[in-house]
């Protein structure tokens, strides 16, 4: 099965924002992300629903929700503890199984049984699982 053809959702409210929106969440239900790419826009975000937090400070200047969500645009240096007011978390978004990787937009994620890696087309992003966060 094709996922990119199981998730993919075009924008059409706003195409200025991403031309693609691909939603996928981790096996175990823990990892949901995204994967958006537009000529204005294009960023890699995982959220966590249960995590024995790495970063124990909030971003500078934040005064959203932080701690869960995890960022990469696509010029960015190092992946992001984003600052976010909402979240990517859709119960009925795909499944990325153990092992496969999806790619979109130069972006690609990886899941694997520790948890899920994204990353731009540089290698910046960031790992995942609920023991440990790392951007790098």
Same mark, same amino acid.
Request: glycine share 10%; charged share 15%.
């Given at each position: 099965? &094709?996922?990119? #053809?199981? $998730?993919?959702?075009? #924008?059409?409210?706003?195409?200025? #924002?991403?031309?693609?929106?691909?939603?996928?969440?981790?096996?175990?239900?823990?990892?949901?992300?995204?994967?958006?790419?537009?000529?204005?826009?294009?960023?890699?975000?995982?959220?966590?629903?249960? #995590?024995?937090?790495?970063?124990?400070?909030?971003?500078?200047?934040? &005064?959203?929700?932080?701690?869960?969500?995890?960022? $990469?645009?696509?010029?960015?240096?190092?992946?992001?503890?984003?600052?976010?007011? &909402?979240?990517?978390?859709?119960?009925?978004?795909? $499944?990325? @199984?153990?092992?496969?990787?999806?790619?979109?937009?130069?972006?690609?994620?990886?899941?694997?049984? *520790? @948890?899920? *890696?994204?990353?731009?087309?540089?290698?910046? @992003?960031?790992?995942?699982?609920?023991?440990?966060?790392?951007?790098?």
């Amino acid at each position: 099965m &094709d996922l990119r #053809l199981a $998730v993919v959702l075009l #924008l059409t409210a706003s195409p200025a #924002l991403a031309d693609e929106f691909l939603a996928f969440r981790a096996p175990s239900g823990n990892i949901h992300c995204m994967i958006a790419t537009g000529d204005d826009y294009a960023q890699a975000r995982c959220d966590m629903v249960e #995590l024995t937090p790495s970063f124990t400070k909030p971003p500078a200047g934040c &005064d959203l929700d932080w701690g869960s969500a995890f960022s $990469v645009g696509l010029n960015d240096s190092q992946g992001q503890l984003a600052c976010v007011g &909402d979240t990517v978390m859709m119960p009925d978004a795909a $499944v990325l @199984g153990y092992g496969n990787t999806l790619t979109s937009g130069g972006f690609s994620c990886t899941s694997d049984q *520790t @948890g899920m *890696t994204c990353t731009n087309p540089a290698g910046h @992003g960031f790992s995942l699982s609920k023991a440990r966060q790392r951007l790098f």
